[in-house]
């Protein structure tokens, strides 16, 4: 098989860029390994920033957003000093989220997609990119039968995630790649059951961090601070929703509303970068180019933006024969990236106490009672809060 653009994955990134590429008359094929039911039901994402559904917005990509989504503007602290809220949506840039669960999205990208009359190959592993210093790279896979088979492109595109073939397919010697692991891991909980408060809860906690994310009416994503190599299945539901009424304070601020834990998966608090995004004719975004730890919700938001990038630069080169925004694409997307990876970071810092084997722990817990104190007397920190949290 044959296309001008061939794009690993079918997730945020993959999506959005096959549905501008279709748009521009750009000929691609879309290989992913799942099938279609498991792409368009993977529970993840949902906080969508403001400048996310300005692209999607400009692409007539958010008709579903807009239809089901819901505007989400405050959030909520607590820990050992009390509780505060803060209307994000009214600080900074007065920019909104809009709640809107990351499955939701995917759905209707591809529906769109395909309604466009794209091509996507569901059941289709990549193994690898190779050729990726020519001009006709191609891709090896094994499709739905384990059949192999080589795929041949102009541009091959990774947006296969951080275990993809776009990245293992790079020669270390052309990139250089930042790994961070922040030391701490979080049980990522989806509840049915409908939100407790009407704001993201943050609660700060002498065991751990909680946090409280409404993504429906009806469900509701909790994260809970666990030790590093804890198994997910070794929290009953019993213990989940004990431990995190305990850290909420639920007993001084309200009870939770309980229901059937549906998805418990424990992430490591990691951040990953690549640097650069392109090797000759393949190109990375989203979470395969770089990898934020959810404490900031970004990843969405960032693979979002840099499919739209470049879904511009692939367009110029291959309709107008300029290569200028293709060169510049890596440049544009780390500026983003890091500036991403700075707020992440620093919410890490925000919102977990030290660890047990800390030598300084009570120094480094009296530093994060004070970032938290600024953030709760400090307008101009608010408002710089508030940019960062939106904006991306
Ligand atoms: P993905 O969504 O991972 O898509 C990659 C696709 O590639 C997948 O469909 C996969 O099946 C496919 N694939 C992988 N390998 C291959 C291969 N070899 N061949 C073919 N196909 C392949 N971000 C936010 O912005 N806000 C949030 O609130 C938020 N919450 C999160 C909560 C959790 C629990 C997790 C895990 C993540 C969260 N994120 C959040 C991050 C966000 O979900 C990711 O950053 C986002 O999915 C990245 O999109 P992507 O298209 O780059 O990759």
Not at 89 to 114: K, N, S
Not at 225 to 248: F, K, N, T, V, Y
Request: glycine fraction near 10%.
């Amino acid at each position: 098989d044959t296309a001008e653009v061939i794009v690993l994955g079918a997730g945020p990134a993959g999506l959005v860029l096959g549905n501008l590429l279709l748009a521009s008359g750009v000929d691609c094929l879309v290989v992913e390994r799942a099938d279609r039911e498991q792409v368009q039901t993977r529970a993840r994402a949902g906080f969508l920033a403001a400048n996310t559904v300005r692209i999607l917005d400009r692409h007539g990509l958010a008709d579903g957003l807009h239809r089901h989504g819901r505007e989400h503007t405050v959030c909520e602290f607590r820990t050992e000093d009390g509780r505060f809220r803060l209307d994000y949506g009214a600080l900074g840039l007065g920019e909104r989220h809009t709640v809107y669960p990351q499955q939701e999205l995917v759905r209707d990208l591809l529906t769109r997609y395909l309604d466009a009359g794209g091509r996507i190959s569901f059941g289709t592993e990549a193994v690898a990119v190779v050729g990726a210093e020519t001009l006709r790279p191609t891709v090896t896979v094994h499709d739905t039968d384990g059949r192999p088979a080589r795929w041949q492109a102009r541009y091959v595109a990774g947006c296969d995630g951080r275990h993809g073939a776009a990245r293992r397919s790079l020669p270390t010697c052309a990139v250089r790649r930042h790994h961070r692991d922040h030391g701490v891991s979080w049980l990522g909980l989806l509840a049915e059951a409908p939100p407790s408060l009407d704001a993201v809860g943050y609660a700060v906690h002498g065991r751990g961090f909680a946090g409280h994310m409404a993504r429906t009416p009806e469900v509701t994503r909790y994260y809970l601070q666990c030790e590093r190599g804890e198994a997910a299945d070794a929290w009953s539901e019993q213990r989940i929703w004990d431990e995190l009424a305990l850290r909420m304070r639920s007993s001084e601020y309200g009870e939770l509303h309980r229901g059937p834990i549906v998805q418990r998966t424990v992430v490591d608090l990691e951040s990953d970068v690549l640097e650069p995004l392109r090797y000759g004719s393949l190109l990375l975004a989203g979470d395969a180019a770089s990898l934020l730890s959810p404490s900031a919700a970004k990843g969405a938001n960032l693979a979002v933006l840099e499919a739209e990038l470049l879904a511009e630069a692939l367009v110029d080169d291959l309709r107008r024969g300029d290569g200028t925004a293709l060169d510049h694409y890596s440049a544009r997307c780390l500026a983003h990236i890091w500036r991403a990876q700075a707020f992440s970071h620093w919410m890490i810092r925000l919102l977990h106490g030290p660890s047990g084997s800390d030598p300084d722990s009570l120094f480094h817990n009296s530093l994060r009672r004070s970032r938290v104190e600024s953030l709760r007397v400090s307008r101009s920190q608010q408002d710089w809060f508030a940019e960062q949290y939106v904006g991306v």
